[in-house]
């Protein structure tokens, strides 16, 4: 069967991805295996890369990842994405932190920074002809979206935009964003999520971790002004991984929930549509 039609019977399978968290059901589904194929890994119980998976497959149900589509990645450091979508025919614009405020925020380690084109090929997963036609870098501060970045059929980032100062410079982000995108144009986000307050949490630090009352607001705000978010999955997971919580250091095995401070947190990803 060829690849795009079994990539769409397995959509069919698996629903649409929604604004949801991180669960250890996904980890164990098709969709899920394909798109860790396509990293060149095995499935792991891992939510960075289940953020990786979640984004890839959440656009590729949207009819973004195929040719002629121009994506814009937010805060790329390292990740395949890039390559794979090249190869997949998408011209992709790479963007990142400026490299020095990055090596003075200590983001050197993990691949956690991106230093150019050669930053984005390690792995191999698409030819480096292709990669060099259809990817360009550009440093962007995502605080400060220059103006004469729009009209891309999507965008996304992955576990980024808690990093930008507060909760409000995040949740900004997720507006600001979708003045790239071209009306109808699809954008696909994953961060930080707070699952055992929605009260107390982390704010104005390098790392701020959202509160469900803060996804509600922002989704609520959007969809104010005319955007589409995907229906919002806030459940938890009902397998034994999903109540499994890695503790510092953080190298169990499982790690679709971990201990950050005095708060338990996985990752969430939101998709939006701007308003045609």
Known sequence: MPQREWQSTLVQDAGRRRTELCKAQDFQSSWYKWWC????????????QWEF?????????RGCIMPGKRGLVFAVGTEPAPSIFAKYGCDILATDIFPEQGIEKGWTTDGQLCFGIE???????CNDTVLNE??????VDMNEIPDDLEGFDFNWSSCAFEHLGSIDK?????????????????????????????????DNNDTVIFRHRDIE????????????????????????????VD???????????LQVGSFVVTS????????G
Not at 119 to 125: D, F, W
Not at 175 to 182: M, V
Not at 231 to 243: K, Q, R, V
């Open 37 to 48: 194929n396509e990293l060149n890994e095995a499935p792991r119980f891992h939510r960075k």
């Open 268 to 275: 969430l990803g939101i998709i939006i549509q701007k308003k």
């Open 119 to 125: 930053s984005l090929n390690t792995r191999k997963l």
């Open 53 to 61: 998976v979640y984004n890839m497959q959440a656009l590729w149900e």
């Open 247 to 257: 503790v510092s250091p953080h190298r169990q095995d499982v790690h679709v929930k």
């Open 134 to 139: 259809r990817v360009q870098y550009r440093p």
């Open 217 to 244: 607001h922002i989704v609520n705000e959007l969809r104010k002004e005319g955007h589409f978010v995907e229906e919002t999955d806030f459940s938890f997971g009902g397998l034994p991984e999903d109540y499994l």
């Open 170 to 202: 995040g949740l900004k982000f997720l507006k600001n964003q979708l003045k790239t995108l071209k009306p109808g144009g699809w954008s696909v986000h994953t961060t930080e999520y707070n699952i055992s307050s929605n009260d107390e949490t982390q």
